[in-house]
């Protein structure tokens, strides 16, 4: 059995689906079991998110402008991947009723003028819910029989709003009994990503560019021989190829370096897809649904057999730094502790830490949203400290860039970290914090974000990552 994820791009059009259904349809000739997993038609999703947003400051009219955009892409899909007329009139009554539940919340939200995080995750959740119909329908007007399938049904999780955790083993229990039956009976089973449910059935989400780790999800669940996630991007690149035009296809990388790439800005995964493959040791691979004959990125416990010490570079802008600093921090304990208890207990999350070994500060990375909140959150707990001034400030500089140099064969050799800064250097991006995690596979600076892009491009260049390079 196998796992095939279709990303926004990839199901954004009718033509697109028309391709979907092509590949589906080679895969079953080898593979007779197969899950598909949805996301949203591109641009869907930011497009509900946004509507709400402005209906809950009570611009009602957004509600219906968004309506209307929503209604015109899936009927307008529809008419051209279904011809039967019955088959077309039963799936749009269901795509009805979708489109009015929107009309109906996003007008409720409009009159009270707020947004609780539940009715938020619900209308995030629509897009996938409307194209796993579509889709579902597609594949069934081509004669290979298929299901839409609601997640909330299958991955259970708690209710963290917005990124919700999934508890792995009642969704295995839920996913087994609901869609075996379905593959049992030699029908497909088209799956919403990017949603989940509470166990009580409340809807949940699992965070932008969630569906990928929904595949991951539900490959675990089901024991699947492997996960292929269908993108618009040949495989992992050796470099996001919207900053570098002759950014390679990695063929074979391991699931601890797709995992930093992931975890450092190559959107093409979302970063926790890997984490129920990697107990189970279920392979992942990476796929361009533009070009299906291409062979993609394989994603697996080992590293392949491409042995370059730097594989590839990623960036992650829109970030701030926070330094925590003062002459009287020196071996005074406790510091980085209560610090990074005060950021926990604001719900931010910390992308990278670095600390010089004077001592005398500390300084760490978190999105540009949290700064202000991280910072008065940090004012507050080591207000003691500030009063006896072993603390002076605590800074906020943004908007700022994570470049990070990712590759296992980097690990125990010497002289890497030099190339690197005086790519750097060159390019010219001037360097204000650095990281290195002991697995040695990932080195990690921070650059003003005017300058990521350059020094993406000159360490790319440095290493001979792009097309000369590796011809
Ligand atoms: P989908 O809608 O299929 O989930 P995404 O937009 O989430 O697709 O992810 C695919 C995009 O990720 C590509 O279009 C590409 O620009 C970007 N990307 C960033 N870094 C990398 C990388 N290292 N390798 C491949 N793609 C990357
Ligand atoms: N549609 C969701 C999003 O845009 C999930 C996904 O595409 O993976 O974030
Ligand atoms: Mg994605």
């Keep these: 059995m196998q796992i095939h994820k279709f990303g926004g791009t990839s199901v954004g059009n009718a033509e697109r689906i028309q391709q979907l259904v092509a590949i589906v349809e080679a895969e079953r000739k080898r593979n007779t079991r197969l899950v598909v997993v ?22 009602v009219a957004a509600i219906t402008a968004a309506g209307a955009t929503l209604r015109a892409r899936h009927l307008e899909a529809l008419e051209q991947l279904v011809s039967d007329g019955a088959a077309r009139y039963a799936v749009a009554a ?26 938020q995750d619900f209308i995030a959740g629509l897009g996938e819910r409307l194209s796993a119909r579509l889709v579902a329908a597609a594949l069934g007007s ?13 991955i259970i999780t708690d209710d963290t709003f917005g990124a ?6 009642a969704t ?12 049992d009976a030699g029908q497909i089973p088209v799956v919403t990503g990017f949603i989940g449910a509470t166990p009580d059935g409340i809807p949940t989400t699992l965070g932008r560019g969630g569906s990928d780790y929904s595949a991951g999800i539900l490959g675990a669940a089901l024991e699947a021989e492997a996960v292929v996630i269908w993108t618009d991007a040949d495989g992992f690149m050796t470099a996001d190829p919207r900053l ?12 601890a370096e797709a995992g930093e790439l992931a975890y450092y800005g190559a959107k093409v995964l979302h970063p926790k897809t890997l984490l129920p493959l990697i107990p189970k040791g279920i392979p992942l691979y990476i796929k361009n649904s533009f070009r299906p004959e291409g062979t993609g990125t394989k994603v697996s416990a080992t590293t392949g057999d491409w042995h370059a010490d730097v594989k590839s570079v990623t960036s992650i802008t829109g970030l701030a730094l926070l330094t925590v600093a003062g002459r009287g921090m020196l071996g005074v304990p406790g510091i980085a502790a209560r610090t990074f208890a005060a950021v926990a207990a604001a719900g931010v999350n910390v992308l990278l830490i670095s600390q010089s070994s004077s001592e005398n ?32 400030r605590v800074e906020v500089l943004a908007p700022v860039a994570i470049v990070s140099v990712v590759g296992a064969g980097m690990r125990g ?16 991006a001037n360097v204000i914090a650095i990281a290195q995690g002991s697995s040695e596979i990932n080195i990690s600076f921070v650059v003003a974000e005017s300058e990521a892009a350059a020094a993406v491009s000159a360490i790319h260049e440095r290493f001979e990552l792009g097309a000369k390079g590796l011809g």
Excluded: W
């Excluded at 500060?361 to 001034?389: I, P, Q, W, Y």
């Design 38 to 59: 949805v996301s949203a038609m591109s641009g869907i999703t930011n497009l509900l998110l946004e509507a709400t947003q402005r209906a809950a400051q009570g611009e």
């Design 172 to 183: 295995a229990l839920a996913t087994r009994e609901r869609l075996l039956p379905v593959l």
């Design 244 to 255: 570098v035009a002759d950014a390679q296809v990695l063929s074979h990388i391991s699931y």
């Design 142 to 154: 081509r004669g290979l029989a298929s299901v839409a399938c609601d997640a909330d049904r299958l």
């Design 164 to 169: 919700a955790v999934p508890d792995l083993a």
């Design 413 to 428: 050799r010497p002289g890497i970290a030099a190339r690197i800064f005086s790519a750097v250097a060159v390019a010219p």
């Design 361 to 392: 500060n500390l300084c760490f990375m978190v999105e540009g949203r949290d700064a202000e909140r991280t910072r008065s959150a940090l004012v507050k707990a080591l207000s003691l400290e500030v009063h006896h001034g072993c603390v002076e």
């Design 94 to 119: 269901e795509l009805e009723a979708f489109f009015d539940r929107f009309a109906r919340i996003g007008e409720g939200i409009a009159l009270v003028g707020e947004l609780p995080p539940r009715a």
